[in-house]
């Protein structure tokens, strides 16, 4: 077996060395990992109607953590062209909120959006950046 591997590196000795040397440029994607699929919550407590146009499937939101949020101790809200467009539900917030805490990254895009009356339903996947 170790006979194998020595062949493989005298083999690929010309890419060894190039790695070595830093000849050769690697990319590695970033992965992007769904954690979540939900409603944005809070939308009819902001003033969308402006916004709205731009707020299109495949729009990223930014995720951002409110640890002084008086209402919920995990809130994390979403934000566009930094105006707070919502929130991730509060039944759905804690482990997302607590890897943030631990500097984890998040975004959001949005799937999804209809007017329903007065309230902009905001369908969104949330993605961990790993």
Not at 58 to 73: G, H, I, P, S
Request: hydrophobic residues 40%; glycine residues 6%; aromatic residues 8%.
């Amino acid at each position: 077996m170790a006979e194998q591997n020595q062949s493989l590196i005298k083999g690929n000795s010309g890419l060894l060395s190039t790695l070595i040397k830093g000849g050769l440029s690697i990319s590695v994607m970033p992965k992007e990992i769904l954690v979540l699929e939900t409603i944005v919550a809070g939308t009819s407590f902001r003033k969308l109607k402006e916004l709205e146009p731009k707020l299109t499937t495949q729009t990223k939101l930014e995720v951002k953590r409110e640890a002084k949020n008086e209402f919920d101790e995990f809130a994390i809200a979403l934000h566009f062209e930094n105006k707070k467009v919502g929130y991730i539900p509060k039944d759905s917030n804690e482990v997302i909120a607590r890897l943030l805490d631990a500097g984890k990254a998040f975004f959001a895009t949005i799937t999804d959006k209809e007017w329903e009356g007065n309230w902009l339903k905001i369908e969104i996947s949330v993605y961990l950046k790993d």
